[in-house]
């Protein structure tokens, strides 16, 4: 068992006093622009393996973290030292510091008219109960959706079940005018079974998330995962070739990492990006639609304001297919001649299709449906990729039987135009909230 001393965690009131104090002392010592974010986080991890306790772990950790802008010089420094003395002499090393770099013109804090300036809806993102529930109660729920698959089935090599939860508060104070203060929960529990068969050891799992204790659902996790991994059994080679393919949700959002990179500032400022120069333009089948929104109740991506202080607003990421907007932090806005927008993303929304996944297979002729992507790489500058596959063949809307050992190779800037029907089953559990997705002509490498 591993336990964490226990920390003294403050208010929000004393955050922004220590905050403001903090800003205070390095304007007073040559800085020219600082941003302080005060946080505590705590933390609880239990694994179960195979009906034994295998680690308890709970964290409490809090900490201040600044930025510092010196003389067009730019630096940031974390720590866990939370005395006003202590943190005054950090402070002034850190200044010290930072007049060693070199300068850098186009680094500041945001243009203040770009802050969030307070009177947000509550978003419904913290559960103030959550921090009440006892040990045995996380332990039991863990237990409970091991037992759902151990010893369910003779081949069972190995069952794990995982209960965890998370819950976060912080301040930010910018010597420019920002104050904000956010909190957010989150709890899940998941199940990974190893099965022992004659051709190999499949392995799969089973999550399920929530923001709130109280909605969590904590059934059928094991069975779900038990499941999964039973149909990996005695798998197979498909010749290589062009098919139909569908991606299921669950692991839909790896397909779009690439996408997000190229969007991001600093990829396009380093030419990292095969989307340099596309905003406006098709990158996509019409069929693609994706909005960032961060204002969703109760979602895991939603938020007031980002990691800078910039106002979070709903804004089209990707409309039919055209490419509207990027990601652009303040840093990468200047470099870039570009308004910032935000670094990162919040809740992105994908517009859904009618059919659910069963009715997705139900309606492919011949194909291969994706259920998750064994490493491999995409070029940020050309989109070329390549991923390696596991899933199963479909024939006449039918699974017929697992396949693995493959990879799917392209380009992203050709890819997405094969993208031909998005379903109608996201995860609202997600801040991606992607459903299945079904492809025409994609190349699938085999025997």
């Known amino acids: 068992m591993q336990k964490s001393e226990k920390t003294y965690i403050m208010n929000t009131?004393?955050?922004?006093?220590?905050?403001?104090?903090?800003?205070?002392?390095?304007?007073?010592?040559?800085?020219?622009?600082?941003?302080?974010?005060?946080?505590?986080?705590?933390?609880?991890?239990?694994?179960?393996?195979?009906?034994?306790?295998?680690?308890?772990?709970?964290?409490?950790?809090s900490g201040l973290s600044i930025s510092l802008y010196v003389d067009n010089r730019y630096s940031s420094h974390?720590?866990?030292?939370?005395?006003?003395?202590?943190?005054?002499?950090?402070?002034?090393?850190?200044?010290?510091?930072?007049?060693?770099?070199?300068?850098?013109?186009f680094r500041s804090l945001p243009d203040p008219e770009l802050y969030y300036q307070g009177g947000g809806q509550d978003l419904k993102i913290f559960d103030s109960g959550m921090d009440s529930v006892d040990a045995k109660t996380k332990?039991?729920?863990?237990?409970?959706?091991l037992n759902e698959a151990y010893q369910k089935d003779d081949r069972i090599l190995s069952v794990s079940s995982y209960y965890f939860d998370s819950i976060s508060n912080s301040v930010m104070v910018a010597s420019n005018g920002f104050k904000g203060e956010s909190g957010n929960t989150n709890t899940g529990i998941y199940v990974t079974v190893s099965m022992k068969t004659e051709t190999g050891r499949p392995n799969d799992y089973w999550v399920e998330s929530s923001l709130f204790f109280d909605k969590l659902k904590t059934s059928g996790i094991g069975t779900k995962a038990l499941e999964r991994t039973s149909r990996k059994i005695n798998p197979k080679?498909?010749?290589?070739?062009?098919?139909?393919?569908?991606?299921?949700?669950?692991?839909?959002?790896?397909?779009?990492?690439?996408?997000?990179?190229?969007?991001?500032?600093?990829?396009?400022?380093?030419?990292?990006?095969?989307?340099?120069?596309?905003?406006?333009?098709?990158?996509?089948?019409?069929?693609?639609t994706a909005i960032d929104d961060p204002h969703i109740p109760s979602a895991?991506?939603?938020?007031?304001?980002?990691?800078?202080?910039?106002?979070?607003?709903?804004?089209?990421?990707?409309?039919?297919?055209?490419?509207?907007?990027?990601?652009?932090?303040?840093?990468?806005?200047?470099?870039?001649?570009?308004?910032?927008?935000s670094g990162s993303s919040s809740n992105v929304v994908f517009e859904t299709g009618t059919r659910n996944l069963d009715e997705l297979i139900a309606f492919?002729?011949?194909?291969?449906?994706?259920?998750?992507?064994?490493?491999g790489n995409c070029n940020g500058s050309t989109g070329d990729f390549s991923y390696g596959i596991e899933g199963f063949y479909i024939e006449n809307g039918q699974i017929v039987y697992p396949v693995n050992e493959m990879n799917i190779t392209g380009n992203m800037t050709q890819f997405w135009f094969n993208l031909k029907e998005m379903g109608s089953d996201i995860r609202e559990d997600d801040s991606i909230r992607i459903p299945s997705l079904r492809f025409e002509g994609v190349q699938l490498s085999g025997i």
Do not use: C, W
């Open 139 to 145: 332990i039991d729920l863990a237990t409970n959706a």
């Open 300 to 341: 895991p991506g939603s938020r007031l304001f980002d990691n800078e202080g910039l106002k979070a607003v709903k804004r089209p990421i990707i409309e039919k297919g055209v490419l509207k907007d990027y990601y652009i932090d303040t840093y990468y806005g200047k470099k870039l001649g570009m308004k910032p927008t």
């Open 13 to 61: 009131n004393e955050k922004y006093k220590l905050a403001d104090l903090v800003v205070a002392h390095a304007l007073k010592n040559g800085a020219k622009e600082v941003f302080v974010e005060i946080y505590d986080n705590r933390s609880n991890n239990i694994e179960i393996r195979d009906q034994k306790i295998d680690s308890l772990k709970e964290s409490n950790r």
């Open 237 to 288: 080679k498909i010749a290589s070739g062009k098919y139909s393919v569908i991606v299921e949700n669950r692991v839909a959002a790896n397909l779009l990492s690439p996408l997000y990179d190229s969007m991001t500032g600093s990829s396009i400022y380093q030419k990292q990006s095969f989307l340099i120069g596309k905003q406006g333009l098709p990158v996509a089948s019409e069929v693609f």
């Open 78 to 105: 974390s720590t866990n030292r939370m005395k006003e003395a202590e943190l005054y002499k950090f402070v002034e090393e850190a200044i010290n510091a930072t007049r060693y770099l070199a300068e850098d013109e």
């Open 364 to 375: 492919m002729k011949n194909g291969v449906l994706i259920t998750g992507f064994i490493g």
